[in-house]
Structures are given as structure tokens and as C-alpha cells.
T-cell receptor, first 117, second 114 residues
């Protein structure tokens, strides 16, 4: 059973360009979470999605950032008009189900390292 | 305000000794707490989950305790090995359940010397 897959592993963009990060959850998992890790900082929650629904986007910047998890295909985190401060590692995690009171482990992908020049 | 704190200083120990890492939190009432391991350039790897009604949990050489009165979790690695060198993260679920939103501490880096 393949784990969580993310691509690309490394992404370089110039200021003002768009960055698209992809995440394929583990087989059978319908819950996806995106986190950002800035250099020397901890992981910060960005958004929680189920298939075709955004459940919680309270950690995502209001502008330039968007996320989706379509019925078919991977989850996409999209950053428009990137700035240098967006440089970070972006991790995706998936879980089997969220059954309440936090009983579902989140399994993380290897991350995408975004560098904005 | 809500905080999760882990010792930001690296922990250096000798091979074979027990490593003890601390996770303190304030203004949370988590239903459970998780510990993850993260190696440089990689994603976190789940290690253990302990629930609020559990005092202690073990998995091979790992032991986690959870004291909801002290608002503290301790993570122990017994008979430590150089391969245990990594950053260890604790995480709580934010909210009263079913949110899926994990809040992470900043991690403690463990270095086990042969």
C-alpha cells in the first residue's frame, strides 16, 4: 500500500508566478490535510479537505492560496503570485476517516519544498 | 493563549541511555496527543498516540506518558541508538473533536552519540 505521495518534491518559482502542489492520499483515505513548515519553525495547519469539500481552511492565508480535493485525482494546493515569504516545505497528510475525538492518525507525505527566487 | 512547548534545545545523549523529551501545553483540553518523528528533508512519521484517559503507552523501546493535570506528555526512548537521532514532534488536536486540525510543537532534536 503506497503511502502519501506528493509532487513535485522540489519546486522553484520566481516572484509573481504560480505554484501548484499535488498530493495523492493513501489508498482508501478520503481526508486530506495541508501543513506548512517554515525554516526553523514547527508545522502549521493550513487546510482540511474531504472529497469535493473544504472542511476547515482557518490556517490558510485569505489571499493567493487555495486548495481543492476533487472527486477524481489528487488534492491541489495552489499559490498564486508567489512571494519570497512563501518559501517553505509544504506537507500533505491523509487519514482514513475523522470519526470524532481524534482517533484517526494522519500519515504524512515527503513534502514539497518550494523556493521562491 | 494556547501554546504547545517542546524543549527547543537539542538533546545529546550517549548510546544505550534513555532519552526523555517533554511536551507541555496550556489552554488546551486535548482528547489525545500524538508523537511524530521527523528526519531532515522528510515528512513526519507517526509514532504513538495516547488518549486523555490513558496514563502511559508503550511501543517497543518507546514509552509515552500523558498527565492531563500537569498538561504534560513525556516521551521516552530506552536503550537509545544513533539511528534514533531525529527531531521529535508532539501534536494535539485543536478543537473539541472531529476537526482534524493538528497543532504541533516546534520539535526537539535528539542526537544519540555512539
Amino acid at each position: 500500500n503506497a503511502g502519501v505521495m506528493q509532487n513535485p518534491r522540489h519546486l522553484v518559482r520566481r516572484r509573481g508566478q504560480e505554484a501548484r502542489l499535488r498530493c495523492s492520499p493513501m489508498k482508501g483515505h478520503s481526508h486530506v490535510y495541508w501543513y506548512r513548515q517554515l525554516p526553523e519553525e514547527g508545522l502549521k495547519f493550513m487546510v482540511y479537505l474531504q472529497k469535493e469539500n473544504i472542511i476547515d481552511e482557518s490556517g490558510m492565508p485569505k489571499e493567493r492560496f487555495s486548495a481543492e480535493f476533487p472527486k477524481e485525482g489528487p488534492s491541489i494546493l495552489r499559490i498564486q503570485q508567489v512571494v519570497r515569504g512563501d518559501s517553505a516545505a509544504y506537507f500533505c497528510a491523509s487519514s482514513l476517516r475523522n470519526s470524532g475525538r481524534g482517533t484517526d492518525t494522519q500519515y504524512f507525505g515527503p513534502g514539497t519544498r518550494l523556493t521562491v527566487l | 493563549s494556547q501554546k504547545i512547548e517542546q524543549n527547543s534545545e537539542a538533546l545529546n545523549i550517549q548510546e544505550g541511555k534513555t532519552a526523555t523529551l517533554t511536551c507541555n501545553y496550556t489552554n488546551y483540553s486535548p482528547a489525545y496527543l500524538q508523537w511524530y518523528r521527523q528526519d531532515p528533508g522528510r515528512g513526519p512519521v507517526f509514532l504513538l498516540l495516547i488518549r486523555e484517559n490513558e496514563k502511559e503507552k508503550r511501543k517497543e523501546r518507546l514509552k509515552v506518558t500523558f498527565d492531563t493535570t500537569l498538561k504534560q506528555s513525556l516521551f521516552h526512548i530506552t536503550a537509545s541508538q544513533p539511528a534514533d537521532s531525529a527531531t521529535y514532534l508532539c501534536a494535539l488536536e485543536k478543537g473539541s473533536g472531529n476537526t482534524g486540525k493538528l497543532i504541533f510543537g516546534q520539535g526537539t532534536t535528539l542526537q544519540v552519540k555512539p
